[in-house]
Protein backbone atom coordinates (compact mmCIF):
# COMPACT_ATOMS: atom_id res chain seq x y z
CA UNK A 1 0.00 0.00 0.00
CA UNK A 2 1.55 3.46 -0.84
CA UNK A 3 1.72 5.64 2.09
CA UNK A 4 3.23 9.14 2.10
CA UNK A 5 3.31 11.58 5.26
CA UNK A 6 3.68 14.97 4.48
CA UNK A 7 5.42 16.85 7.27
CA UNK A 8 6.67 20.37 8.73
CA UNK A 9 4.10 22.95 7.84
CA UNK A 10 3.53 25.46 10.64
CA UNK A 11 3.06 29.19 10.83
CA UNK A 12 5.80 31.47 9.66
CA UNK A 13 5.91 35.00 8.55
CA UNK A 14 6.32 36.94 4.98
CA UNK A 15 9.79 36.40 4.02
CA UNK A 16 10.62 33.11 6.17
CA UNK A 17 11.42 29.91 5.19
CA UNK A 18 10.19 26.32 5.81
CA UNK A 19 11.22 22.97 4.79
CA UNK A 20 8.27 20.10 3.83
CA UNK A 21 9.29 16.87 3.94
CA UNK A 22 7.20 13.61 2.73
CA UNK A 23 8.21 10.03 4.07
CA UNK A 24 7.18 7.73 1.37
CA UNK A 25 6.69 3.46 1.74
CA UNK A 26 4.77 0.75 0.24
CA UNK A 27 6.38 1.52 -3.37
CA UNK A 28 10.03 1.62 -5.12
CA UNK A 29 10.49 5.31 -4.23
CA UNK A 30 13.86 5.50 -5.35
CA UNK A 31 12.39 4.52 -9.14
CA UNK A 32 9.32 7.15 -8.76
CA UNK A 33 8.72 10.58 -10.40
CA UNK A 34 7.71 12.45 -7.35
CA UNK A 35 5.50 15.73 -6.54
CA UNK A 36 4.17 18.86 -4.58
CA UNK A 37 0.79 19.95 -4.93
CA UNK A 38 -0.59 22.66 -2.99
CA UNK A 39 -4.39 23.96 -1.98
CA UNK A 40 -5.33 26.94 -0.67
CA UNK A 41 -8.66 27.31 1.24
CA UNK A 42 -11.56 27.58 -0.96
CA UNK A 43 -9.29 27.13 -4.44
CA UNK A 44 -8.72 24.16 -6.54
CA UNK A 45 -5.58 21.87 -5.49
CA UNK A 46 -2.41 23.23 -7.56
CA UNK A 47 0.43 21.89 -8.64
CA UNK A 48 3.95 23.15 -7.37
CA UNK A 49 6.89 20.71 -8.25
CA UNK A 50 8.09 17.24 -9.20
CA UNK A 51 11.55 15.55 -9.50
CA UNK A 52 12.26 12.85 -11.61
CA UNK A 53 14.33 9.22 -10.57
CA UNK A 54 17.52 10.33 -10.10
CA UNK A 55 16.95 13.68 -8.96
CA UNK A 56 18.31 15.44 -11.94
CA UNK A 57 15.11 16.54 -13.86
CA UNK A 58 13.13 19.05 -11.97
CA UNK A 59 9.87 21.18 -12.86
CA UNK A 60 8.38 23.64 -10.95
CA UNK A 61 5.58 26.18 -10.89
CA UNK A 62 6.48 29.42 -12.13
CA UNK A 63 5.46 31.38 -9.38
CA UNK A 64 7.23 29.89 -6.78
CA UNK A 65 10.52 29.25 -9.28
CA UNK A 66 13.44 30.72 -7.40
CA UNK A 67 11.73 30.29 -3.74
CA UNK A 68 10.93 26.82 -3.56
CA UNK A 69 13.38 23.57 -4.24
CA UNK A 70 12.53 20.24 -4.48
CA UNK A 71 14.70 17.32 -3.58
CA UNK A 72 15.01 13.58 -2.72
CA UNK A 73 16.86 11.59 -0.10
CA UNK A 74 16.49 7.99 -1.94
CA UNK A 75 18.32 6.53 0.82
CA UNK A 76 15.81 7.82 3.21
CA UNK A 77 12.78 7.34 1.13
CA UNK A 78 11.92 11.08 1.52
CA UNK A 79 10.77 13.84 -0.32
CA UNK A 80 11.96 17.72 0.56
CA UNK A 81 10.43 20.82 -0.40
CA UNK A 82 12.53 23.84 0.92
CA UNK A 83 10.34 26.77 0.66
CA UNK A 84 12.34 30.35 0.95
CA UNK A 85 11.10 34.03 1.04
CA UNK A 86 7.27 33.01 1.50
CA UNK A 87 4.74 34.78 0.49
CA UNK A 88 0.95 35.05 1.97
CA UNK A 89 -0.12 33.75 -1.10
CA UNK A 90 1.70 30.68 -0.42
CA UNK A 91 -0.66 29.39 2.48
CA UNK A 92 -2.35 26.48 1.72
CA UNK A 93 -1.94 22.76 2.97
CA UNK A 94 0.45 20.74 1.08
CA UNK A 95 0.81 17.50 -0.33
CA UNK A 96 3.14 15.10 -1.67
CA UNK A 97 2.05 12.28 -4.26
CA UNK A 98 3.63 9.78 -7.29
CA UNK A 99 2.22 12.10 -9.80
CA UNK A 100 1.72 15.91 -10.72
CA UNK A 101 -2.31 15.14 -10.68
CA UNK A 102 -1.99 14.12 -6.92
CA UNK A 103 -1.78 10.82 -7.10
CA UNK A 104 -1.52 8.34 -3.92
CA UNK A 105 -1.59 11.73 -2.11
CA UNK A 106 -1.97 11.22 1.56
CA UNK A 107 -2.75 13.78 4.30
CA UNK A 108 -0.92 17.17 3.88
CA UNK A 109 0.66 19.70 5.89
CA UNK A 110 -0.96 22.69 6.52
CA UNK A 111 1.16 26.26 5.59
CA UNK A 112 0.44 29.84 6.93
CA UNK A 113 2.19 32.64 5.63
CA UNK A 114 0.91 35.95 7.40
CA UNK A 115 2.10 38.67 9.95
Known amino acids: EVQLQASGGGWVQPGGSLRLSCLASGFDFSSSQMSWLRQAPGKEIEWVSS????????STLSSVTGRFAVSRDDAKNTLYLQMNNLEPSDTAVYYC????????RGQGTLVTVSS
Open 97 to 104: ATSRTGAN
Open 51 to 58: IWSGGGIK
